[in-house]
């Protein structure tokens, strides 16, 4: 079997990646009308700067590369107001009344807050005379950032959608893909760790004194950090993506059914584009590598809610034409709140049937589909489960839950077709998802072990480390007591670990 990168939860299931992800420089939605700020250059130095202006940017600021009449606030560090002024009249502009100075931790202040926070004389490089004592207030305070103690473990962190750090997190999730693809798992885990605890801080860094206090960042995690802070992007980070064995992998592995093995080999054998693989005669490849590159581009592209919503009707629709009780429940990172996803997750339980009904639910839905012209690829993988077995202790162990892995033809709404990119007089759209069919007592650790990310992972450390219980998707086992622990729903299975309740929001660690 070939080895499925890592950094995408272990050798567990295929699917594409998607490309270009992190190459990709995001444009930034002006959130600030009113504000039109200018950086000033002068004793800050252009790196430093153009950290600054992105960061400001990703926030929502408009901020102007050059000074102009339209500038509204212009940012200085290290320059009192007669440097300012000075400088402005060197410049032949005049400063108007209604030009703020401002000093740097003004804007640093509004970077940690996501909004314009107001500004106040100790911001104020020059005091504007309209601005009377009365109206002001106390400056808006940031949170002392070393301050709130952060756990080690992901599951002991809220970590939502709104990440402030993705100028850091995407150099290092491009370092993590890049040790993966040399199977360097313990350096790979590292940049995954470290990634994983930035997205969970409420502030962005912006200097390495805010790093203070943080756990998961080594010596090669910070000299990178400081490195971004500096001059706003990484070096290695840059080699990497120029990297031809980096890109070759990434391209390889966007194809369902390629893993690492795979991408080695061609790799080795001198192939650089899908192209040439694809029309070699030479090569054999899988059924589900055939797949792959049958539906590559619909498969590359991401899921929508929208399309995950369209084929969660048809799921539903066929698991009650034959188990009417039973809950299907769309897990994965759809559940965690993403807007988009890869595939889409499922998890299907019945309270009332009997085993032999739960094993053929699966097969009976499949049948369906390939009746009705829906299915472009499966492989039903049929339960290896028994109760009272001892959990797992590897943290990306396969479950042995019933489940299939599916390519659909999800036929586009009415309102979707003539979608501009679509192949002509192409009205379907392939997409993938996993059917899992759970023991209704394993429900709860399911649904905890299916709504994913390193959340789950560190989930599962923390039980071995910390409590001397064993956990994995089917149930957790109390060492010291010798007993498997029942739960009837995720806040059960916190309990018994014995901590707060995270919500599937808040775990996209
Ligand atoms: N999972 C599992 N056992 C497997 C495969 C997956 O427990 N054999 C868990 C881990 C994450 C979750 O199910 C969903 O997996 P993915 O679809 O790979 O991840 P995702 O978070 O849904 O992300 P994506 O948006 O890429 O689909
Ligand atoms: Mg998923």
């Not at 005049?94 to 509004?110: F, G, P, R, Y």
């Not at 629709?317 to 965690?336: H, I, K, N, Q």
């Not at 299907?348 to 839905?365: C, F, G, M, N, R």
Request: charged share 30%.
């Amino acid at each position: 079997m070939d080895t499925m990168p890592m950094a995408r939860m272990g050798p567990r299931k295929k699917k594409p990646r998607q490309m270009g992800a992190s190459m990709a420089s995001p444009a930034h939605d002006i959130k600030f009308r009113d504000l039109v700020l200018y950086i000033l250059e002068r004793k800050m130095g252009t790196t430093r700067r153009a950290f600054l202006m992105e960061l400001a940017r990703r926030k929502g600021f408009r901020v102007e590369n050059e000074l102009s009449d339209s500038v509204t606030h212009i940012v200085a560090e290290n320059n009192s107001g007669s440097d300012v002024l000075e400088w402005l009249q060197v410049q032949n502009i005049k400063a108007s009344s209604q030009l703020e100075l401002l000093d740097v931790s003004w804007l640093i202040e509004c970077i940690g807050a996501g909004k314009p926070v107001e500004m106040t004389g100790k911001h104020q490089l020059v005091a504007r005379r309209d601005f009377s004592a009365s109206s002001n207030p106390e400056p808006q305070k940031i949170p002392p950032l070393a301050v709130q103690k952060i756990s080690p473990y992901a599951c002991q962190r809220r970590t939502t959608l709104n990440n402030c750090n993705h100028i850091f997190t995407d150099a290092f999730e491009v370092l993590a893909e890049n040790y993966e693809f040399r199977e360097n798992e313990g350096c790979c885990l590292a940049f995954m760790r470290a990634a994983s605890v930035l997205k969970s801080l409420p502030f962005t860094i912006i200097s390495m004194k805010d790093t203070e206090g943080i756990p998961c960042l080594g010596d090669k995690v910070k000299c990178i950090i400081e490195e971004i802070i500096e001059d706003g992007q990484s070096s290695e980070v840059k080699a990497v993506l120029n990297d031809e064995r980096y890109q070759s992998f990434k391209l390889f592995t966007s194809v369902f059914g390629v893993g690492l093995k795979t991408s080695e080999k061609w790799f080795r054998m001198g192939f650089r584009n899908l192209s040439n693989i694809r029309s070699d005669k030479t090569l054999k490849f899988t059924r589900m590598q055939k797949a792959g590159f049958l539906y590559y581009e619909d498969l590359v592209s991401c899921v929508t809610r929208a399309e995950a919503e369209a084929v969660s009707v048809l799921v539903n629709e066929a698991v009650w034409a034959f188990l009417p009780d039973a809950s299907v429940t769309m897990t994965g990172g759809f559940r965690r709140g993403k807007k988009i996803g890869h595939d889409v997750d499922f998890l299907i339980t019945s309270p009332e049937s009997t085993e032999e009904d739960e094993q053929q639910l699966l097969p009976k839905v499949i049948n369906l589909w390939e009746r009705k012209g829906l299915l472009l690829y499966y492989d039903l993988m049929e339960s290896t489960f028994e109760k009272f077995k001892l959990p797992s202790r590897k943290v990306d162990a396969l479950d042995h839950f019933q489940k299939c892995f599916l390519i659909l033809k999800l036929h586009h709404q009415r309102v979707d077709s003539g979608k501009s990119g679509q192949q002509e007089g192409k009205t379907w759209k392939a997409i993938r998802v996993d059917l899992v069919m759970c023991p209704y007592e394993c429900r709860a650790y399911a649904l905890l072990g299916w709504t994913g990310s390193r959340f789950e992972r560190d989930l599962r450390r923390y039980a071995t480390h910390e409590r001397k219980m064993i956990l994995d998707n089917h149930a957790l086992y109390d060492k010291t007591k010798r007993i498997f622990l029942k739960a009837e729903s995720e806040e059960e299975i916190f309990a018994h670990l014995g901590l707060d309740y995270i919500d599937p929001w808040e775990r996209n660690a």
